[in-house]
């Protein structure tokens, strides 16, 4: 997460160089591997603490920031979506992102 943080600083530092004053946000979220189902875990707690350190690293320097709250990995309406839904969003909520990306997903099969 350092090693990404580091690299979107250099990256943003020479795009400013280069043509001064063009907006920039931080978008990069970690996201953990479901083994089992051999993908993305986006509804999963792991991913949101993830974004949520990188949304308060990126409120440090003052940069706007995304989350992606509100995900969940069920595939139908049921307690774990709820729960899954609920964690994801108030987790970004509290860390404060600008903007907050999959407020609607449900992972189809």
């Known amino acids: 997460m350092i090693i990404r943080m580091w690299v979107s600083l250099v990256k943003w530092s020479v795009l400013i160089l280069v043509k001064p004053g063009t907006p920039v946000w931080m978008g990069a979220c970690g996201i953990p591997m479901d083994m089992e189902e051999e993908g993305v875990a986006l509804g999963s707690v792991e991913a949101t603490l993830i974004c949520a350190a990188n949304s308060q690293l990126a409120n440090y320097y003052e940069i706007p920031s995304r989350g992606i709250g509100g995900a969940t990995d069920s595939r139908i309406l049921n307690l774990q979506t709820g729960f899954e839904k609920t964690m994801t969003l108030l987790l970004n909520v509290l860390a404060r992102d600008n ?11």
């Open 99 to 109: 903007v907050i990306f999959y407020l609607e997903s449900i992972v189809t099969p």
